[in-house]
């Protein structure tokens, strides 16, 4: 995630404002949106609102951008913070967003998954570094947490394994399956959503049977625009039979909170505020309910 109150000097956007993309198919002012991300945000964050509204790419400018915060190791610094040290959390991230701006062929996005393949420990699990811990992280992030390694674990296995890696991934699913209790993964709730994703990519039906409910129970209950992206994005990269209605409430919440919203604020701090709004646009626009 991105800090907002750090600017690069690598990306001088123009000037003019966006003009004339008023959704026609919600109230949203999709213009007033981009225009204070435009004003607020990161290079980072106008980068990729030019990207995925605008088609407009920019190999060069989005490299420096990411080299910037990208330490010598592969990783991302935490927080994305020049000078500090990685985050496995922030690497995840922005390799994701490698993908997004499609920049996995570049020598960046290679770096980050050597990085992360290198920090896969015996038993399967990722775990934050324990060098962020002088940054005081919040507490879904912390060093050797089961709690924050399962939800961590599953969400780097998801994307290893569309990139092809599926020995680490299933080293990975056999360390969650391991925690597993009363048939649920332990920890966090997206924990749960993560894993059964998974577990239906590598065709493991009988570890997630029955979990059906608690997944639907989970995404009925969720209201933060945040997890809504993150459980939108997690279900559309699945297997599961029944992911369309469940995406189909992730996308009708989101619509709705964006009618009423500039700029969706988010639980875990004001730094987060513009990504996820970014996320949430992405998503409803790929769905074409913007």
């Known amino acids: 995630m991105v800090d907002q109150s750090r600017k690069t000097e690598s990306y001088c956007p123009e000037k003019q404002k966006y003009k004339n993309i008023k959704s026609k198919k919600t109230n949203v002012d999709i213009e007033k949106t981009l225009n204070y991300i435009k004003k607020n945000g990161t290079d980072l964050d106008i980068y990729r609102v030019e990207y995925l509204f605008y088609n407009k790419k920019y190999d060069k400018i989005s490299l420096k951008i990411f080299s910037q915060v990208q330490n010598e190791d592969g990783g991302f610094s935490y927080n994305l913070e020049k000078g500090k040290d990685s985050g496995i959390s922030e690497t995840c991230s922005m390799l994701s967003i490698s993908s997004e701006l499609n920049l996995l062929d570049y020598h960046i996005a290679k770096k980050s998954i050597k990085y992360l393949l290198k920090k896969q420990k015996n038993d399967g699990r990722w775990s934050e570094n324990v060098e962020i811990l002088k940054y005081?992280?919040?507490?879904?992030?912390?060093?050797?947490?089961?709690?924050?390694?399962?939800?961590?674990?599953?969400?780097?296995?998801?994307?290893?394994?569309?990139?092809?890696?599926?020995?680490?991934?299933?080293?990975?699913?056999?360390?969650?399956?391991?925690?597993?209790?009363?048939?649920?993964?332990?920890?966090?709730?997206?924990?749960?959503?993560?894993?059964?994703?998974?577990?239906?990519?590598?065709?493991?039906?009988?570890?997630?049977?029955?979990?059906?409910?608690?997944?639907?129970?989970?995404?009925?209950?969720?209201?933060?625009?945040?997890?809504?992206?993150?459980?939108?994005?997690?279900?559309?990269?699945?297997?599961?039979?029944?992911?369309?209605?469940?995406?189909?409430?992730?996308?009708?919440?989101?619509?709705?909170?964006?009618?009423?919203?500039?700029?969706?604020?988010?639980?875990?701090?004001?730094?987060?505020?513009?990504?996820?709004?970014?996320?949430?646009?992405?998503?409803?626009?790929?769905?074409?309910?913007?």
């Open 136 to 290: 005081d992280p919040p507490p879904w992030n912390l060093p050797d947490d089961l709690k924050c390694d399962m939800w961590l674990t599953a969400e780097i296995a998801l994307k290893l394994l569309k990139l092809g890696y599926r020995d680490e991934a299933e080293k990975a699913a056999n360390f969650l399956d391991r925690n597993k209790k009363e048939g649920r993964f332990f920890g966090y709730a997206i924990t749960n959503v993560l894993a059964v994703s998974l577990f239906s990519c590598l065709e493991k039906r009988d570890e997630i049977k029955n979990m059906d409910e608690i997944i639907r129970d989970i995404i009925e209950k969720e209201e933060e625009p945040a997890f809504l992206n993150w459980y939108l994005e997690t279900l559309e990269d699945s297997k599961l039979e029944y992911k369309d209605s469940l995406m189909k409430i992730c996308l009708e919440k989101l619509q709705k909170k964006i009618n009423k919203n500039v700029i969706f604020e988010s639980v875990d701090g004001e730094r987060f505020n513009i990504p996820n709004t970014i996320d949430s646009l992405k998503l409803l626009k790929g769905y074409g309910k913007i």
